[in-house]
Antibody, heavy 119, light 107 residues
Framework: QVQLQESGPRLVKPSETLSLTCTVSGFSIRSGHYWGWIRQSPGRGLEWIASMYHSGSTHYNPSLQSRVTILVDTPKNQVSLKLTSVTAADTAVYFC????????????WGKGTTVIVSA | EIVMTQSPGTLSVSPGETATVSCRASQSISRNLAWYQQKPGQAPRLLIYGASTRATGIPARFSGSGSGTEFTLTINSLQSEDFAVYFCHQYNNWSYTFGQGTKLEIK
């Protein structure tokens, strides 16, 4: 079955760049669907960050767009996220998910990875 | 931004009874709404999409209804494994938003 696994540093310093990778197994990214990132924190709840199709179509949360880059690496079957100039407000659990883009919502999620922004 | 407002924040129900969670959108989202269940330390799990269609493997005791701005998740004959947090999520346009969550606890 489709599985997603997030990976990346647990601790990031303020003003630096947060970089995460989502490895997809059981499904080829090239086969279709968007692939997205969502984060969750006690203060902000669930917050959608961005989604990308393998062909390059990309959509960003307007509130984060200036700091976010999402990329799909089809040979590696991975989706990456970069968030620049982080602050403590970016501390959260970050999830990747398969985004069916208006068909079935976010139908498969990774387990999530905790990122703490602290000096 | 479409604001999703869930109620109640916490719901106390006895096993075997029925739980009802509401979600209101700040503007019409047609039927582009999903419901998720989340347990501590786990990712959200898709329960319902298209406002009323159960996702694969979801028991029939879970049902969704509504359209436009008002939506409801109903869980009949509550089982012990149903006590969790439930979120609604609108995907009507490319600026997805979520409700703040409803914690379903054992009464």
């Amino acid at each position: 079955q489709v599985q997603l696994q997030e990976s990346g540093p647990r601790l990031v310093k303020p003003s630096e760049t947060l970089s995460l990778t989502c490895t997809v197994s059981g499904f080829s990214i090239r086969s279709g669907h968007y692939w997205g990132w969502i984060r969750q924190s006690p203060g902000r709840g669930l917050e959608w960050i961005a989604s990308m199709y393998h062909s390059g179509s990309t959509h960003y949360n307007p509130s984060l767009q200036s700091r976010v880059t999402i990329l799909v690496d089809t040979p590696k079957n991975q989706v990456s996220l970069k968030l620049t100039s982080v602050t403590a407000a970016d501390t959260a659990v970050y999830f990747c998910a398969r985004d069916t883009a208006g068909v079935r919502g976010l139908d498969v999620w990774g387990k999530g990875t905790t990122v703490i922004v602290s000096a | 931004e479409i604001v999703m407002t869930q109620s109640p924040g916490t719901l106390s129900v006895s096993p075997g009874e029925t739980a009802t969670v509401s979600c209101r959108a700040s503007q019409s989202i047609s039927r582009n709404l999903a419901w998720y269940q989340q347990k501590p330390g786990q990712a959200p799990r898709l329960l319902i999409y298209g406002a009323s269609t159960r996702a694969t493997g979801i028991p029939a005791r879970f049902s969704g209804s509504g359209s436009g701005t008002e939506f409801t998740l109903t869980i009949n004959s509550l089982q012990s494994e149903d006590f969790a947090v439930y979120f609604c999520h609108q995907y009507n346009n490319w600026s997805y938003t979520f409700g703040q969550g409803t914690k379903l606890e054992i009464k």
